[in-house]
């Protein structure tokens, strides 16, 4: 990873602002323990919050985007997301986070491993949807 500069990325100052915003904590919140954040209502999510911060609403571009910055998945079942320096009052820390730069040669890898991901998150976004339809679960 190449740190570009020591500014911010306005992704990720908008991303913690949607976090840290007490009133849409129904929807994003940061976890119990302040070190990840959890998206707890995808619909409102999506149809909500992500044209609010970022003038789309393709959770896909999203998850793109924390993956750039180096964001983990931390649990399998939920859309919880972690970063060392992304963390519930400190702010401070954004400044930290850079993205991943790749080599020439494994950009192509890169691109097939994220796609393949990106279809197994999709099918899972899809799967929660059909259950908050369903009224299952």
Same mark, same amino acid.
């Given at each position: 990873m190449v740190k570009a500069s020591q500014s911010t990325a306005p992704f990720l100052t908008k991303c913690y602002e949607m976090v840290d915003d007490e009133v849409t904590d129904s929807i994003i919140s940061w976890s119990q323990y302040n070190g990840s954040f959890i998206i707890w209502d995808m619909t409102e999510f999506t149809g909500h919050l992500l044209p +609010?911060?970022?003038k789309h609403s393709n959770f896909s571009s999203f998850i793109r985007q924390l993956n750039i910055y180096g964001f983990r998945k931390v649990d399998t079942d939920h859309w919880e997301f972690a970063n060392d320096?992304?963390? +519930?009052?400190? +702010?401070d820390l954004l400044k930290n986070i850079a993205r991943w730069k790749y080599s020439q040669g494994s950009e192509q890898q890169n691109n097939e491993n994220f796609e393949l991901w990106m279809e197994v998150e999709n099918l899972k976004t899809a799967k929660i949807t059909l259950t908050q339809e369903l009224?299952?679960?």
């Open positions: +609010k911060y970022f320096g992304f963390i +519930k009052g400190r +702010k009224g299952i679960g």
